[in-house]
């Protein structure tokens, strides 16, 4: 049974900013003795709060994860935001929090943090989710299942897949017994005039009903092989068709970029010494990508193995042609830092569609006439495929990445694109090797 996420990720953002709210109302009244909305401090006790938000959902351990790092990541969250506050502090040369509301609201949150990883945990998740029924063919209910079992994007407590030739007499009696709360139909489902009647009829019994592509859509944050050729031109690209959204988005590159680049000039000296006694030889590596509108660009990365042999084959966090240097450079993603001098050329932007080599991408093209859709936006050194898939490795691979970009060149936005940041950062720290 998978836990609500929405519930969990609700209560972790809305804790912190509950206990910095409580202490520094207590220190206001009590202590300082001070009007709180019209003090200089409410503004940086808000500015804590929101930072032990940020990193409540950034350090949320994995439910298969132990209890040492639950642990510790009840006490990193306060900590973090400590730390954080202390800098601009630091900056500016003076004491703008109080040391009760810092002190007290960080033992709080690490306590509170720790019940609910407790609570959690016996509760075996924090909501039952969806009973899916599904009417689709056998491929498509193995390719589901596992989506399902990986990376649903809501929660989903139990599914069952059915042949609708196969159990359309019986059809009322599946319903019955297996009490779903959601039926899923596939297009073979939707002009079967007589299933439909008997589905329209569970409907008014509100059970929900969905096409297979909505339900790829919503539950699972793609769309279905069978549906990209007849969707890849029925919906609006906002990097496109909505200017405000490109030149915003294009302003959120540059303004990530800075600090980026920074982390890439203290990186620059460490990798090139590192490289010294394990992986000796030019410390940048440059390949041709397919970025916007099939224009060609050289990719930069911190190089990860011998040189001679990063020619052009299909790529793995596990390569076997990666060094031991190399390896720990993948695992971690710092070879991809320096492609932040990609996004400030304008060859890439933060979050997009991987770019992939020119023979790939001619190959995928002959085979997937629609492929060419991803191109139509900046690639990115993030994306939702990559938070949703591993590194593609055979042209299949890529047909199911592909389902996934789909998905968000139709709902590109620029909150999905924050929740891709947080959600890298996130892999990152839990070090998933996406």
């Not at 990193?76 to 935001?81: E, H, N």
Request: aromatic share 10%; glycine share 6%; charged share 20%.
């Amino acid at each position: 049974m998978l836990a609500s996420r929405r519930i969990i990720v609700f209560v972790r953002l809305l804790l912190p900013l509950v206990v910095v709210g409580v202490f520094s109302v207590i220190h206001a009244r009590y202590i300082g003795h001070y009007k709180l909305l019209s003090n200089f401090r409410t503004t940086w006790e808000l500015l804590l709060a929101i930072l032990a938000s940020f990193f409540a959902y950034i350090f949320e351990p994995e439910t298969t994860t132990t209890w040492f790092r639950r642990l510790f990541s009840a006490v990193a969250i306060p900590s973090s935001a400590v730390v954080a506050i202390s800098v601009f502090q630091f900056m500016l040369g003076s004491p703008l929090l109080p040391r009760f509301v810092v002190g007290s609201s960080s033992i709080a949150i690490a306590l509170l943090l720790a019940i609910f990883e407790v609570i959690k945990n016996s509760m075996g998740g924090l909501g039952e989710g969806e009973r899916v029924l599904a009417i689709v063919s056998e491929d498509v209910g193995n390719h589901l299942l596992h989506d399902i079992e990986t990376a649903p994007e809501r929660s989903i407590r139990e599914v069952k897949f059915i042949d609708a030739a196969q159990y359309r007499d019986k059809f009322g009696e599946q319903v019955e017994s297996y009490k779903p709360t959601l039926i899923v139909l596939d297009r073979n489902a939707q002009s079967d005039e007589d299933l439909l009647s008997m589905v329209a009829s569970f409907h008014k019994g509100g059970i929900r009903i969905r096409t297979l592509t909505l339900f790829c859509d919503q539950w699972l944050g793609k769309l279905p092989v069978s549906e990209l050729a007849q969707t890849s031109l029925l919906f609006d690209i906002n990097a496109i068709h909505n200017r405000m959204y490109s030149r915003f988005s294009r302003l959120l590159d540059l303004v990530l970029s800075a600090p980026l680049f920074l982390v890439l000039l203290l990186l620059i000296p460490l990798v090139w010494v590192i490289d010294l006694f394990g992986n000796r030889g030019k410390l940048f590596y440059r390949q041709l990508r397919v970025g916007r509108n099939g224009r060609e660009f050289s990719i930069i990365k911190f190089r990860t193995m011998p040189e001679g042999s990063e020619g052009a084959e299909w790529t793995d966090v596990a390569d076997i042609r990666l060094n031991k240097v190399g390896s720990q450079l993948r695992r971690l993603h710092i070879d991809e830092i320096p492609q932040v001098i990609n996004v400030i050329r304008g060859d890439m932007a933060i979050v997009g569609p991987r770019p992939e080599q020119p023979q790939y991408v001619r190959m995928l093209e002959d085979k997937l006439p629609f492929y060419s859709v991803r191109h139509l936006v900046r690639p990115g050194i993030t994306g939702w495929a990559q938070m949703k898939f591993h590194y593609a490795s055979t042209d299949l691979d890529a047909l199911e990445k592909l389902q996934y970009e789909f998905y968000y060149l139709r709902h590109q936005n620029v909150i999905l694109d924050l929740r891709i940041i947080f959600r890298t950062i996130r892999s990152l720290w839990r070090r998933q090797g996406r």
